[in-house]
């Protein structure tokens, strides 16, 4: 046996010519374990070092248990017989899906005490898990199911022998494990205060504990130091502390808080995920999960004063089945129990009563499958009694998932009801809840846990308050710390929350605590959180319970990877310790102080402390107020927190408000239902309307959107999802008219769509599919895409809930997966729990339950069964303790098929192989079919031959679906044509293809599953031309040639087919061959009906096949030309029509533009004027000489010039009138520059539609310009 040490080579560099000389004998059993050839010669080296195997012929040969090409993989299962020795996955990252099984009996120390160690640890939390077992199967006590990232620990088998078993499933893998073992030892040898004995530890005088590792106070240190420390002595056997320090051994000074692992005798077996409540001085404890093979005794009971254990007898002939992940609270002398997850797989509504005086139980209600009244189905979720009433908050439902109301449960009446809440919330499952009362009545802090958010599961930090009265839930600041299955308890004004998990699967590889020994605060009048200081590693734990005293609280069990049975005491700091204002006001170390009177007191949120008469005066805040520290988020929350409604809480910059929960927080906060907050008045004014119904998206599955009569469950493009009613109409709608217009771009005769597809009324849940709670089969299962089954526990659960149903491991292994058909069988049965359903000896070890019973016959029959090293749990008279095989497999395993026939080897070993298998089997173990048979021959079933009405010569193996080897053919006994293809083939007949005449058909066939086994196609064609010759063309294009043959068949002479054509090659080139149709031997026409056989056979995929018939008559020259010269005459026609037409349009064209420049130039400005005309020769005696005025301005765009026309007389030649014929007067421009006094007059450029009207006169200036002009002068 080699085993390899993570890190070190076991074959050294140095010493090449020992490993060969070591390694030389035990090659021969190395070999025969591995099952290669001996004949083959030892290769020098191999590319890659071989860790746990041998290099043989250039690769590694691993030894038993070990897989992998450098043989790095733990597999199978390993006896180790040594009296120490350590277990490794392997040097490296665990391979996916690992099973390894390891089997530690010393062969010399038997019934000697065994410890174990786990020396390094880190596999995925909740997934991956290292089981340990007490004895040599599965079927001793569980000791340990170890997930995550341990601390170093060590545990004791006292049978002496131990089972390990690793599973490992495909999604991360991480660094393993490396555990060491050792015999006749005691875990932690026993602390050097005891001896070992019977695997027990017998402590020294003085010393007490499992390992002996506390020391008490006897009869001999009474009044002395003893144990205790800093000063204290021993009272009454116990430590009786100084003044300044407290704990059971006065190891803390008592300004801060302590620890203490309460020592108990003859506890009870450890349990998580039960349910505990304080009765006086007494916890009771019922229910819970707990490893298999302990005795589980359920009340248990511990009083937390004479610190001892102590189990219930119940009476009475009903007793609930044993659960965990319920409730437990007192109302008046009873106690009453709800919900939970009973016989490991249903969760329950059951209520049930315990009377404590007459200690019997009484179910007060039973299950309920409506989902529209409570009680609903759950588990993981909190209660808490409210006067009469019990509230149950949240949990998880197998069919809607996790539950968002609030069921409550009257006492006096005995019916239930759901909260009257409008807020909208997301359930959570595992979380926590304390109750407590506040100025306007009691409520309910719920903190952390798993919720539904965001499309996926996530762990969330946010704590959410509960308003009784007003029925009202409010955002309180999250913690930063997200966490399950922790538990939180109030204590001294403060709520202390104790461990938890807080792994997320979710957050890829980023290190999360799988176990967490966190304890924080918060502190409820304060809103603020803070960490109290622990320095006990064993509080790592999660699934505990927690009760809280006056002053100290207590942690019951739990689970850390082995069931837990401890008791942990929590004493808080104690106030007293402080002298000062500023020291009690910084202690918080589980408690709440207050400084009052010159002395720092316990606060009591109850009290109303006196005020100072100075911070009165000043009109300060009151003391209890100012003893919180004044952090950002808390000044961001007494200024948010006073609005009461929205627009006022709008009107802070840093404020936002949450209508559901009407409640006003900063920014950065979240509202209870994750919304966005309204930060806008358009938002306010909205939101001012009756609250709206609770959001689809908050609903998670089919069953959740359901319930919503305003939703509805849609898929589209694949993602199911829950959506309003209105926008399902809309996409139905859209869908029809992209149907439409599929169905009118489609050339084929489709039915037309007129009217969406109905929706589903609200909360008919029968259009959901099964819950994976209902179904109970593991195929059923499988089918399912959201679906996990659990082999161990027969439950079909949501893949969202596995990791949290199963946080204790108690599924081993499990099956998902969304196949068909055989892959779900195969898949159930490698993962079968029922070990008879395993058919061969590998296949059953690797099931740590079950070993192979061998019949003895040499054949390798026998059947897979429970049992352990020693034998099976059933044993036959005639059992034979040879025939039992629990770590190895019998030789040769033939299946009953060949006898085992031993071998010599070239190195003088002996190989055990099998002979000539029978039975139409083959293989190496004869566990194959023969070709042409099918079935699964292992164990000695039979194979049977293939059922393919002649048309394959294969069939798979397994399912004996045929290999069709005709094209066409199909079903899974090639009895049926596809589409477009004719024939009979369950009477041996081949499936055609009909070929159009005149068209080319093109046949692509691929090397896949649909075509891969096809090696011919048939095909036929009926011409329907008379006297039209008929051509026949085809090619073969792929990795091979293939054969054609043709035949021809007529009602004109004999029906036997006349052949054509025989093996003619086909290939890329192709041929061609035309059957003239004046040929006496063809006749072709609808009265001949005469058809063409063809058939393409011996090729192989890939190949194209391109075939066609085509009636092509021959060519009339003369009807040729004469339609060529008619359409040519025809064209030439056409072209002058064209020309005339173009030439029509071109005139209409100018004049229509001559005519629009003759209105363009009559649309100018225009106007008359009067013109006085004096003699040329007749000016004024005196004073200026007037000059002449213009027509018209018209000035330019900047206004600083502008063109001036006059009027001009012309001369006349010395004559009174000029010459007849011609014009005494002219129009003459000149561009002038502009004068203040003309720009005066001259109005700006107008903007209204006149601007753009080039009719406008300046006559209306004229008279101004005028006017100007003589002021000027």
Not at 178 to 198: A, D
Not at 397 to 406: D, Q, S, T
Not at 634 to 652: F, H, N, P
């Amino acid at each position: 046996m080699l085993f390899v040490r993570r890190g070190i080579n076991p074959f050294p560099s140095q010493w090449p010519h020992i490993v060969f000389t070591s390694l030389l004998i035990p090659l021969l059993v190395i070999a025969n374990q591995a099952n290669f050839d001996l004949e083959k010669s030892l290769s020098t080296s191999c590319d890659r070092h071989c860790y746990n195997g041998v290099c043989l012929n250039g690769s590694c040969v691993c030894s038993k248990g070990w897989v992998g090409s450098q043989c790095d993989h733990c597999y199978g299962r390993i006896k180790v017989t040594e009296n120490h020795s350590h277990l490794i996955d392997g040097p490296l990252d665990y391979s996916p899906s690992s099973k390894c099984t390891w089997l530690i009996e010393s062969e010399k120390k038997v019934g000697a005490p065994l410890n174990i160690r786990l020396e390094n640890f880190q596999t995925e939390c909740g997934w991956d898990f290292v089981y340990i077992y007490d004895g040599d199967g599965v079927y001793g006590e569980q000791l340990a199911a170890f997930c995550g990232e341990q601390e170093v620990q060590e545990l004791s088998a006292p049978s002496g022998k131990a089972l390990i078993y690793f599973f490992s499933d495909l999604a991360m893998n991480l660094s393993g494990f490396n555990i060491t073992y050792e015999f006749e030892r005691c875990p932690y040898n026993c602390n050097s205060h005891g001896s070992c004995q019977n695997s027990q530890c017998v402590c020294d005088h003085g010393f007490t504990g499992d390992y002996c590792e506390v020391r008490v106070c006897t009869k001999e240190d009474e009044d002395k130091q003893g144990p205790c420390l800093h000063g204290g002595v021993c009272k009454d056997s116990r430590c009786s502390c100084a003044t300044s320090y407290h704990g059971d051994t006065c190891q803390m000074r008592n300004d801060r808080s302590v620890w203490d692992r309460i020592t108990t005798s003859k506890a009870p077996a450890g349990r998580a995920s039960h349910a505990s409540v304080l009765i006086d001085d007494v916890i009771w404890s019922i229910g819970g999960e707990h490893f298999s093979g302990v005795v589980f005794e359920d009340p248990v009971l511990f009083n937390i004063t004479s610190r001892s254990w102590k189990s219930v007898v119940v009476g009475g002939k009903v007793k609930p089945g044993p659960r965990f992940d319920h409730t437990l609270v007192r109302y008046k002398t009873k106690l009453f129990m709800y919900g939970g997850v009973i016989d490991r797989r249903n969760i329950t509504s059951e209520l049930w009563s315990f009377d404590l005086h007459t200690k019997e139980w009484t179910q007060e209600n039973g299950e309920n499958r409506n989902l529209t009244i409570p009680p609903l189905a759950v588990s993981g979720h909190t209660a808490h009694v409210i006067g009469s009433e019990m509230y149950v908050i949240f949990g998880y439902h197998p069919e809607i998932g996790f539950v968002h109301n609030i069921q409550i449960y009257n006492f006096e009446t005995g019916r239930w009801r759901f909260g009257n809440t409008k807020d909208q919330v997301y359930g959570r499952f595992r979380h926590t809840s304390v109750h407590y009362k506040m100025d306007s009545g009691d409520a309910i802090l719920v903190y952390g846990g798993t919720m539904w958010s965001n499309t996926q599961n996530n762990l969330t930090d946010s704590l959410m308050r509960y308003d009784i009265k007003h029925e009202k839930w409010a955002n309180l600041p999250p913690s930063g710390v997200q966490l399950f299955l922790h538990t939180a308890t109030i204590l001294n004004g403060l709520m202390i929350v104790v461990g938890g998990n807080g792994y997320n699967i979710s957050e890829s590889r980023t290190k999360q605590e799988c176990f967490s020994s966190m304890v924080q605060a918060y502190d409820i009048a304060c809103k603020q959180w803070f960490n109290i200081s622990s320095d006990a590693v064993q509080l790592r734990r999660y699934g505990h319970t927690a009760v809280a005293t006056n002053y100290e609280l207590y942690v019951i069990g739990g689970f850390n990877g082995k069931m837990l049975n401890d008791v942990w005491r929590f004493s808080a700091a104690e106030c007293s310790s402080a002298t000062r204002p500023e020291e009690c006001r910084s202690l918080i170390d589980g408690v709440k102080c207050i400084f009052t009177e010159r002395a720092c007191v316990r606060f009591d949120p109850f009290v109303s402390y006196k005020q100072s008469f100075l911070s009165f005066v000043k009109n300060e805040v009151p003391k209890s107020m100012s003893e919180c520290r004044n952090t950002a988020l808390r000044q961001a929350l007494q200024t948010c927190e006073d609005y009461t409604d929205c627009m006022s809480c709008i009107s802070e910059p840093a404020c936002g408000w949450c209508p559901s929960g009407d409640q006003c927080l900063p920014n950065e906060g979240e509202c209870v239902d994750g919304q966005m907050m309204h930060t806008t008045w358009e938002k306010c004014s909205a939101s001012r309307g009756p609250p709206p119904p609770r959001p689809c998206g908050m609903a998670n599955d089919c069953r959740s959107c359901k319930l919503l009569s305003h939703c509805n469950w849609y898929t589209a493009d694949g993602k199911p999802a829950c959506i309003p009613l209105e926008d399902e109409i809309l996409l139905r709608k859209e869908q029809l008219d992209r149907e439409l217009d599929r169905v009118a771009s489609s050339s084929l005769p489709l039915r037309l769509p007129t009217t969406p597809p109905p929706i589903p009324p609200g909360q008919n849940l029968s259009y959901c599919p099964l819950p994976c709670s209902s179904l109970y089969t593991c195929s059923e299962c499988l089918q399912e895409q959201k679906c996990m089954w659990c082999p161990s526990t027969s439950r079909c659960i949501n893949m969202e809930a596995y990791a949290l149903s199963f946080a204790y491991g108690q599924c081993p292994s499990w099956v998902a997966g969304h196949a068909h058909g055989f892959a779900f069988s195969k898949s159930c049965r490698i993962e079968s729990s029922n070990c008879s359903t395993h058919k061969t000896c590998a296949e059953c070890h690797l099931s740590p339950e079950c070993g192979w019973l061998d019949d003895g016959s040499r054949t390798g029959l026998g059947t897979c069964t429970r049992g352990s090293a020693r034998g099976p749990l059933e044993r036959s008279p005639d059992f034979q303790q040879h025939q039992w095989y629990f770590i190895d497999c019998p030789a040769c395993q033939c299946n009953g098929h060949s006898m085992c026939n031993e071998t010599r080897q070239t190195f003088g070993g002996v190989q055990e192989v099998c002979g000539e298998c029978q039975n139409n089997t083959m293989g190496k173990h004869c566990e194959i079919c023969a070709p042409g048979y099918h079935g699964d021959p292992r164990n000695g079933d039979n194979c049977s031959p293939c059922q393919c009405n002649g048309q394959a010569d294969t069939c798979d193996h397994i399912t004996g679906t045929c290999h069709c080897r005709t094209k066409g053919v199909s079903g899974a006994s090639c009895d049926r044509c596809d589409q477009k293809y004719y024939g009979q083939p369950k009477n041996g007949t081949p499936c055609y293809y009909e070929l159009s005449v005149d068209f080319i058909f093109t046949f692509k066939l691929k090397n896949e599953d649909k075509d891969k086994h096809a090696t011919e196609i048939y095909l036929f064609s009926i011409p329907h031309k008379k006297d039209t010759d008929v051509t026949f063309q085809i090619s073969c294009d792929g990795g091979s040639q293939a054969n054609v043959a043709l035949n021809i068949t007529s009602s004109l002479f004999e029906s036997t087919p006349r052949r054509m054509m025989l093996n003619t090659t086909c290939d890329a080139k192709g041929f061609r061959r035309v059957y003239v149709a004046s040929d006496p031997d063809y006749a072709y026409g609808t009265d001949a009906n005469t058809t063409f056989f063809v058939r393409v056979f011996n090729f192989t995929t890939p190949i194209t096949i391109q075939v066609s018939f085509a009636q092509s008559p021959p060519i009339n020259w003369v009807l040729f030309f004469v339609i060529f010269a008619a359409c040519f005459i025809v064209l030439l026609v056409v072209a002058g029509l064209l020309w005339m037409i173009k030439l029509r349009i071109e005139v209409y064209r100018r004049n229509q533009r001559r005519i629009d420049e003759i209105e363009h130039m009559a649309s100018r400005p225009f106007s008359s004027v009067k013109l006085e005309l004096t003699s040329p020769h007749c000016f004024p005696a005196s004073g200026p000489v007037q000059g002449p005025t213009p027509l018209s301005v018209e000035p330019c765009s900047n206004y600083k010039s502008g063109i001036f026309t006059l009027a001009v007389r012309l001369p006349t030649g010395g004559r009174a009138t000029t010459p007849n014929g011609t014009s005494g007067l002219a129009v003459a421009s000149a561009l002038c520059l502009l004068t203040p006094a003309q720009l005066g007059v001259l109005q700006a450029p107008d903007n209204s539609e006149n601007r753009n009207n080039r009719k406008t006169t300046l006559r209306s200036y004229i008279p101004f310009l005028r006017a100007r002009m003589n002021d000027t002068t």
